[in-house]
């Protein structure tokens, strides 16, 4: 069974030559190779639907710079925020810490984002950061939430055309678990979305089912 | 530029033609078009060297029921956990809830698992679990962890040799941040490896990115 795209010998010399030397016609990789144009048709065909090579009208082929494994990669880099994220869940910047945990435990989400009375983002409350303020000495049902939120400008957020890729490498960079999706408004962000790790890991779970065209 | 393995009419023709009529050869697909062979060459070669056809010796040209972004979904699925994994954090049965609590802190994780005193795996502790230990009414510092940790056989884990969307896969159903990656042992399980959320978005990152073979 073939499960990759596998190049014989002559295709990856084919490769080397277009490399070195392209743009080059196919009348020139046949004379490098001692080949005929006719037998080296299938190879070049190949190695241009595969999409190791583009050719142009009167110019040749070409290398664009592809692997394999890069063209798979490609079809990931494609995937916008907007088909992959969940509904947010929201609390308004003067809840207590206390209620904000029990929204968490309702809504059944690791991350809260905090808004004004405007509907504008002002604030994100992790897990961590309601784990960390229940273990210190104040009491829960007093404190608001706008006292121990990450706020902005610190608030790492995305828009819903953005590509899945770049919240992935937010998320790892930043080490955080969710990201707001955000609209611009005359008075900030409002908040339409939420893409977590979760989203991700279904994401890979829909590529790996062959669910994503 | 070609990013993906596009066919053309003919190929999707003949990829029709096998998947009704194969196990056939290349003779008899070229009789049903009214081509000879020699012209079908190219097509059978990019349709097998690109996965969507197999050829066997004296039996012919057979459908292998891929699509292009099966050949994504194939290199996905062969990924294993032991490539991915983290290193596990551990607590004993025994400690207190607030220590444990604490350890999170310090080891910058979000589960922890439990073990008893031959290091075999009794317990996952998650962060919604310690939170909702934070906002009972009991002492944080008087209640050992393995009150409130979820405890085996109710345990999801996993072994190294597993594949990773198989993991995937358990995170989305039992709705969870990680897992433990264990080894037998003659006592139970021994805690050998963690795998989360985040080795998952990383991973997709890496195949984002060509960095996975």
């Given at each position: 069974m073939v499960n990759d795209i596998e190049l014989n010998k002559r295709q990856k010399h084919i490769l080397e030559i277009v490399k070195d030397?392209?743009?080059?016609?196919g009348e020139a990789i046949a004379d490098q190779l001692n080949l005929t144009r006719a037998t080296l048709r299938p190879d070049l065909a190949i190695l241009t639907m595969a999409g190791f090579l583009d050719a142009r009208p009167r110019v040749g082929y070409f290398y664009t710079g592809k692997t394999g494994s890069q063209l798979l990669s490609d079809k990931i880099n494609k995937i916008r925020v907007e088909d992959h994220q969940s509904l947010p869940v929201v609390v308004n910047e003067s809840v207590s810490v206390y209620d904000a945990i029990v929204t968490m435990f309702l809504e059944d989400v690791g991350t809260l984002f905090v808004v004004d009375e405007h509907s504008t983002l002002v604030g994100v409350l992790s897990r961590k950061d309601l784990l960390r303020a229940s273990i210190g000495k104040q009491e829960l049902n007093t404190i608001p939430v706008n006292i121990i939120m990450t706020r902005m400008p610190n608030i790492t957020f995305c828009l819903k055309e953005d590509l899945i890729i770049d919240v992935a490498n937010k998320l790892i960079e930043k080490q955080i678990d969710a990201l707001p999706v955000v609209k611009k408004t005359n008075k900030g962000y409002e908040v339409v979305g939420r893409i977590t790790k979760t989203n991700i890991t279904k994401l890979l779970v829909a590529l790996s089912n062959d669910e994503i065209m």
């Open positions: 030397h392209g743009p080059i016609t």
